[in-house]
């Protein structure tokens, strides 16, 4: 019995050696103006056996926008291995108190899960405040006539008529194609930092740490289209893949990358395997441009 209680002794410190945290996010200020930037630090203790993905400037902070990010190398020690970021965000909300959380995606395995952040809270600060005393006293030396204000109702009301039918008048004729337009520069953000990811963890894709960074681009590969597609792209084993994706050449290089990273064993066909992931992002975001584009002109043609 003493060495039954001595074994799950021991196997539940090996299982709390590392405890799963959530993510560490705050300001680094405690308060902002109004089109300022500002700083967010963002950092993650985890285990090293892990792979961690910090959220990119694409990624929704509201109600703030993301104007830099600076990433910072990992450090591994005998608490873990520390993962950090540090955000440049803007505000232009007149809310007093505004608030963030985000999330970090922990992968272990096949699965990948997303943790948010405790909320940290942050206060706009007020540049111009009431009740500030007149520091300059006038003496008048002029008769002063009290003058009766008066009110010009219908004026209001006709004003008031004509900015609300202005109003209703723009968004009835451009609120779509506007939010069009906002939803095909977001792609674009999303499409350019995912090449620039996926060319820095390429770049030397037959180097030490060529095996780790195909199994990251890979997750970066699924994260990226499961942004494009709304189908839970992290999750799916190849097979699942390929069901949504039926390609000859995809399935080869998923076969070809699943050998790489589960044999660790690298070979001459990683980078092509990889740059076929690469073609096959770039096409599906294509297609979702023309997707979009098309549904736009069917609306018009419709009107």
């Not at 809270?121 to 009431?130: C, D, N, Y």
Request: charged fraction near 25%.
């Amino acid at each position: 019995m003493r060495r039954l209680v001595l074994l799950l002794f021991f196997f539940c410190s090996l299982s709390t050696a590392y405890p799963q945290q959530r993510p560490n996010g705050h300001f680094l200020t405690d308060s902002i103006e109004v089109g300022k930037p500002f700083k967010y630090a963002l950092s993650f203790r985890h285990s090293p056996r892990v792979e961690v993905f910090f959220p990119d400037t694409s990624t929704a902070f509201r109600p703030f926008e993301v104007i830099k990010l600076d990433y910072f190398p990992t450090e591994t020690n005998a608490k873990g291995s520390l993962d950090s970021a540090v955000y440049t965000l803007l505000s232009f909300e007149l809310v007093e108190n505004q608030s963030l959380s985000v999330p970090v995606w922990v992968k272990e395995g096949r699965d990948c899960t997303a943790i948010y952040s405790e909320v940290d809270a942050i206060k706009l600060r007020e540049l111009i405040k009431g009740n500030i005393p007149d520091s300059l006293h006038l003496q008048a030396d002029t008769l002063v006539v009290a003058l009766k204000s008066q009110t010009n109702y219908p004026y209001l009301v006709l004003i008031g008529l004509l900015i609300s039918l202005i109003g209703t008048g723009v968004y009835l004729l451009f609120g779509e194609a506007l939010t069009r337009q906002w939803e095909l520069y977001q792609m674009f953000l999303r499409n350019r930092e995912f090449k620039r990811s996926f060319t820095r963890l390429t770049r030397d894709i037959n180097g030490p740490k060529g095996i780790e960074n195909a199994e990251k681009v890979v997750v970066l590969w699924k994260i990226y289209l499961q942004r494009l597609e709304r189908k839970p792209y992290v999750t799916y084993t190849t097979k699942e893949i390929m069901d949504n994706l039926p390609d000859e050449q995809l399935a080869e290089a998923l076969r070809s990358i699943d050998g790489v990273i589960y044999g660790g064993v690298s070979s001459r066909n990683t980078a092509d395997s990889l740059n076929t992931l690469r073609d096959i992002a770039d096409q599906t975001y294509r297609n979702k441009r023309i997707e979009l584009l098309q549904k736009g002109r069917t609306k018009a043609k419709q009107s």
